[in-house]
């Protein structure tokens, strides 16, 4: 469509002299807008209290049925990433942002109808399929054009985009909060209308991105910087195509350090408040749990710049056996800190808020992990299929805390002393992750792309 | 045209971070404010020996 053939990659080659530090506001654009996903909980209430409007009706939605808005707009994202991601290297970033923008957007002004109708597959449908079809957009899509642009540090570039992801909620959450309560009458709640405001709200601020993003022209290099000239093994000057990449035992191995550090990662957020609050019963009450979340998501976003840069200098393969190494031990101690121990609640903030930097840490590395085994010319594809892990550590994760510490309780353990098996369980996993790290090697000469398609 | 003609400002450099750097700003600033509640958590409660 000629319409829109500003989309076009070629309409979005670089001019000379453009400067590559836009493309980090134009990655965090899109990063910033879609990481709303994770504020999603703050509509949780209100959705179940449409028709009785302050006060949940027979009629109206349960809790355990909005949650499934959430949890498919997350599976949804990962299938997405996995799906587009060999058209976004080809159809270029701005076209994959747009197309993010439109779902995302999208998603808000159905879960809108559906919320005016009291239709809830409307929301399962809007936000869930349709904007998290979005979210897997947005999230690979300036991957590789970041990559791209700054040869000398992917992992500072790269971290810089996903930490918006960890940034996004922190928007989202009191943006949606202040909306609702703006919109909110005798008769209304405010959710419905705080969906359109924010829908547009999203889509306009996307577009900054779309309209910003360029992609360096071919053999574009930063100003004064020449490639090393002997690079480390463990970083290939070459290219690996998205379904040899698919076929590699270096996939693989990656996919297991994605989906153990997320699982147990998972395993403190998807807990966090009632953790403290057991552990240290009679002096953690609600409100400060709720301070403890709020610590965690800036130590989550925190640690995405922190340790994706350090990884520039570190290399990818030393960070994530910090990562794994010291989560272990840490998870291994947390429980050591409750009050039937050490009752050190700094002590155990301490270790949480370390633990959730590598959380972070972790997602914001992979894609320059990927890009020294892979090479640059599918690594938002390849990304994307990594991303599978994120899906399954989001199943995983829950799964495993709440049904171990239910077994637990049920054969005697009390409250505090269920987190125990649990957090020592995640230090195993973390174990797989760092033999799963340990086995990486650079992959083998077969698999690389011909010099000239390269 | 020249390289230097087409060179990004860097008015421009700095309004495309502001724009971001804005409203993540804001969300950091609110999610300090909420977190500050932990640490007016009774302390003397928090470092009593178990018994």
Known sequence: MALLSFLDREKSLAQPGFSRWLVPPAALAIHLSIGQAYAFSVFKIPLTQLLGVGKSLPEDWKQTQIAWIFSLAIVILGLSAATFGKWLEGAGPRKAMFASAVCFALGFYISYLGVLGHQLWLLYVGYGVVGGTGLGLGYISPVSTLIKWFPDRPGLATGMAIMGFGGGAMIGSPLAIKLMAYFRTPTDIGVGKTFLVMGTLYFVFMMFGVFTVRVPREGWQPEGWTPAAKQSAMITSRNVEVNAAFATPQFWLLWVVLCTNVTAGIGIIEQASPMIQELFKGSIGPIAAGGFVGLLSLFNMGGRFFWSSVSDYMGRKPTYFIFFALAALLYFFLPQTGANHLNNVKLFVAIAAVLLSMYGGGFATIPAYLRDMFGTHHVSAIHGRLLTAWSTAGVLGPVLVNYMREYQLRHGADKASAYQGVLHVMAGLLVVGFIANLLVRPVAEKHWLAERNA | ?51
């Open chain 2, 1 to 51: 045209m020249s390289e230097s003609s087409n060179k990004s400002s860097a008015a421009l450099i700095l309004f495309a971070w502001l724009l971001v750097g804005l409203p993540l700003g804001w969300g950091v600033y609110n999610t300090l404010l909420s977190s500050m509640k932990l640490f007016q958590a009774p302390a003397a409660a928090a470092t009593l020996p178990a018994k």
